[in-house]
């Protein structure tokens, strides 16, 4: 995995493909992923098994791609920074393994499969997740640590960011919003905890993990923010615009959970609209990394102009 | 909190009192976690709400208490020592409000009081053990470093004893355990992970905040496992020889789940012999810190002979 990183240019060519990006990031994260956890016949079988089939179930390493290209536009080795996007993965995965449990969203499928409770029971999916968000700050702690940015640091970082004021707070707030009229502001805020914490989180992390400079790690923050905000426009845009075939999980959930969205409060068109102003802020907080940033420049696009 | 733990003697005079260094030691943890919280109407103030309710649910403060002691029988401050006894008590509270669920134990009653799910529902539930288990970690991160043990060291201690391969090891093993024959060294095997493994990192994470050798480190070890392994044979003794209401949770059910005990493997005398060579083996292993083990020895016999 390391090798596939290094085969690419970290200084990042000109003629850079977000395709081929991905494609070996999201390898050399399964690679390390693999590594990290227990293996799948490791006892008890059950709870290594549940783990695996949530965190390799085919997600798109969004996050640890945005780790990783943060890392790349401070200037930092990737290889460092690995550990450090597999953690943000782990927490993400928890995050929907609980939220889509029966007391939570109900979902019975996810990235088209199975939902972790309906394949392995709801007492077992409860501790698949506790174990990820676990398994989570281990990887974390078994990174190297930095000049500026120890491991007190990151481990703050990353629980600020999963806690019950951020990451928890915005599952909270929606389980709350449901059923209810609420103001754009109050969506924005639940926006703000439930995703846009952690991206911001991953992209921090990886500036951390290059030694960055204050100047640039208040950039990321500020790119996270916005890219983490214009996502779940999109999302809310595309869970009524798609069918469940296309999103690989039950569609128009939050029409049928009377949840508050973008598309709901504002329209189809201003939604659209807002995520695009959102995409180029975050692309404006880039400009002090004169042209290094062009991983984390081509992802913001990507978000933006995804159908599922 | 501070001033409480320092107007006992760190030296532990010959006069030892259980009841006053379990009483000063309880309020310093309290008084800790209190500050170490979102306050309870930190919003969203319902998962706030629902942290604290389970966290100041009157919990003996057991593993903090071990975890104070400890340091103290390596000659440290254990003032050092309380975020990392705050932290242990996080890990245990979420693990007990996660075990309550409907989807786990079932339980409508802890510490005679309705579980968590009972009072904020499930959805809130699995957040606030979510939550208290990210909070774990977040206070850990806040502790000090020592010469000898880093942050890292510190946090990865914490989160193998919390991970698959332990406390949630121990989980799935005991539901997987419900209605079927086990041995008496299987068993062994569920306890060892679901109550030594966190009690053993308590008396660790003590030990490292105190500075501690390498021998004084083994010697924590081997106490905190065999003190483990008694508390859980007297948790199933009690089960079976004590009313609900003596106990703060419902009685007998061990026997309602066919869960294996040791009770009911090897009969009520033969458990209550196993405890005491249990408690026997942890005292030996603190031979080495002459005398100064004092609350450590205490807490030991304290929970063999405990009837709730």
Redesign the interface.
Known sequence: MSAAIKNLDSRLPKAFSLPDFLATRTAAVNGALDRFL?TAT???A???RA?RYSLFAGGKRIRPALCLAAAAACGGDETAALPLACAVECVHT?SLV?DD?P??DDDDYRRGKLTNHKVF???????A???L???A??I???SQ?WPRY???TI??E???A????QL??G???D??GEGKRISARQLRYIHERKTSALLCCCVRLGGMSANCTPAQLKALSDFGYNVGLAFQVIDDILDVTQTSEQLGKTAGKDTQAQKATYPSILGLERSRKIAGQLTQRAFNSLKGFRGKAVALEALAEFLLRRDR
């Open positions: 227990p490791a006892k008890p059950t709870i290594h783990m928890y609980h449990l007391a939570m029971g709801e007492g077992i999916a409860v501790l997740g506790d174990a968000l676990t398994q700050f281990e974390a702690a078994r640590g120890s491991h007190q481990i703050l990353l629980a600020r999963a806690g019950s004021l928890i707070a599952q909270v707030a389980l709350e």
